[in-house]
């Protein structure tokens, strides 16, 4: 358990729990989407936000655990509200179709949280529409059900005029990246290459009541690693396991970001241990958000 950290100006640190940080939140009014809600800082993100009466889609690939976990959830919290809906971001067919039923249900939308995720395999990997795993699933994935989704959201927030929020989950390791100019979108899909916020502006710009920021959740021995393989996999739990944040940790600043006042109108920031930190030179480069947003976009063909 991480106990070290000064708080911040939010008032809490890295040591806060996903309870601590949402305590006295009542979010009955809010409807909440959570991709890789089954293990990990997801499972726990989803626990909590139902700990605090927002009604949790839990978007997962495996419709069967996602059930489980529902089970479980109402055996510890008997009001919460949960569905659990079919998406694997590994195909872009099956974001467009988890979109379309969740558009067609009818349900408002409040908060999207982009949480699953995968280290970066041994090999090089491809996805289901042919494109680099990592990249598929951690971005363009995500990308596309953001926007797919984001109609939905502008609707809920005129009619409630309750603010959007819209969370990813990324990482610090974006700081040490591997290439000067930040990507190399030419070689995205280029096997020989393969090395293991724009958002925020164009809501802003547009004038809709949502947000959109991204943040780190800190080091957590989860089961993220198992992508690793061999001796990375031992070495990187051995290490998790005297220098990490435990999961109700790991999950405060995604709780933090989706549900506390405090961050209410804040949008393109970057946070972590449940606080806004600066990003990285790189992460902060307008120039290079909008070609990776252009990039991304030119994916919707019909090739995919």
Same mark, same amino acid.
């Given at each position: 358990?991480?106990?070290?950290?000064r708080?911040?100006?939010?008032g809490f640190?890295a040591?806060?729990?996903?309870?601590?940080?949402?305590?006295?939140?009542? &979010?009955?009014?809010?409807?909440?989407i959570?991709?890789?809600?089954?293990?990990?800082?997801?499972?726990?993100?989803?626990?909590?936000?139902?700990?605090?009466?927002?009604?949790?889609?839990? &978007?997962?690939?495996n419709?069967?655990?996602g059930?489980?976990?529902?089970?479980?959830?109402?055996?510890?919290?008997?009001?919460?509200?949960f569905?659990?809906?079919?998406?694997?971001?590994?195909?872009?067919?099956s974001?467009?179709?988890?979109?379309?039923?969740?558009?067609?249900?009818?349900?408002?939308l409040?908060?999207?949280?982009?949480?699953?995720?995968?280290?970066?395999p041994?090999?090089f990997t491809?996805?289901?529409?042919?494109?680099?795993?990592?990249?598929?699933?951690?971005h363009?994935?995500?990308?596309f059900?953001?926007n797919?989704?984001?109609?939905?959201?502008?609707?809920t927030?005129?009619?409630?005029?309750?603010?959007?929020?819209?969370?990813n989950?990324?990482?610090?390791?974006?700081?040490?990246?591997?290439?000067?100019e930040?990507?190399r979108?030419?070689?995205?899909?280029?096997?020989?290459?393969?090395?293991?916020?724009?958002?925020?502006?164009?809501?802003?710009?547009?004038?809709?009541?949502?947000?959109?920021?991204?943040?780190?959740?800190?080091?957590?021995?989860?089961?993220?690693?198992t992508?690793? &393989?061999?001796? &990375?996999?031992?070495?990187?739990?051995?290490?998790?396991?005297?220098?990490s944040k435990?999961?109700?940790?790991?999950?405060?600043?995604?709780?933090?970001?989706?549900?506390?006042?405090?961050?209410?109108?804040?949008?393109?920031?970057?946070?972590?241990?449940?606080?806004?930190?600066?990003?990285?030179?790189?992460a902060?480069?307008?120039?290079?958000?909008?070609?990776?947003?252009?990039?991304?976009?030119?994916?919707?063909?019909?090739?995919?």
């Open positions: 358990m991480w106990r070290f950290g708080k911040g100006e939010s640190c040591g806060n729990t996903a309870e601590q940080v949402t305590e006295g939140i009542d &979010g009955t009014a809010l409807t909440a959570i991709t890789g809600a089954t293990n990990g800082i997801g499972k726990e993100t989803a626990r909590v936000l139902a700990l605090r009466h927002v009604h949790v889609v839990i &978007g997962v690939r419709v069967n655990a059930k489980k976990l529902k089970d479980d959830l109402l055996q510890a919290i008997p009001y919460a509200r569905d659990v809906m079919e998406i694997d971001l590994n195909s872009l067919d974001v467009r179709k988890f979109a379309s039923q969740f558009i067609f249900s009818g349900m408002p409040n908060v999207l949280i982009n949480n699953a995720g995968i280290l970066a041994p090999k491809l996805s289901k529409d042919g494109i680099e795993q990592t990249f598929a699933v951690n363009l994935g995500h990308f059900l953001t797919l989704l984001l109609e939905t959201m502008q609707k927030a005129h009619k409630t005029q309750i603010e959007g929020r819209i969370i989950v990324a990482s610090d390791m974006h700081r040490y990246g591997v290439h000067k930040g990507i979108f030419e070689e995205i899909n280029d096997e020989k290459s393969y090395n293991s916020s724009a958002l925020g502006k164009h809501l802003k710009e547009e004038g809709v009541d949502i947000t959109a920021n991204s943040l780190h959740p800190g080091l957590i021995a989860t089961n993220i690693f992508s690793t &393989g061999g001796p &990375g996999y031992w070495l990187m739990n051995t290490i998790a396991k005297y220098t435990n999961i109700q940790q790991g999950a405060s600043t995604t709780c933090y970001v989706a549900l506390n006042p405090k961050v209410k109108g804040i949008t393109g920031a970057y946070f972590v241990d449940n606080n806004k930190v600066e990003p990285s030179m790189l902060s480069d307008s120039d290079l958000a909008k070609k990776l947003w252009d990039y991304s976009l030119s994916f919707n063909d019909n090739k995919y």
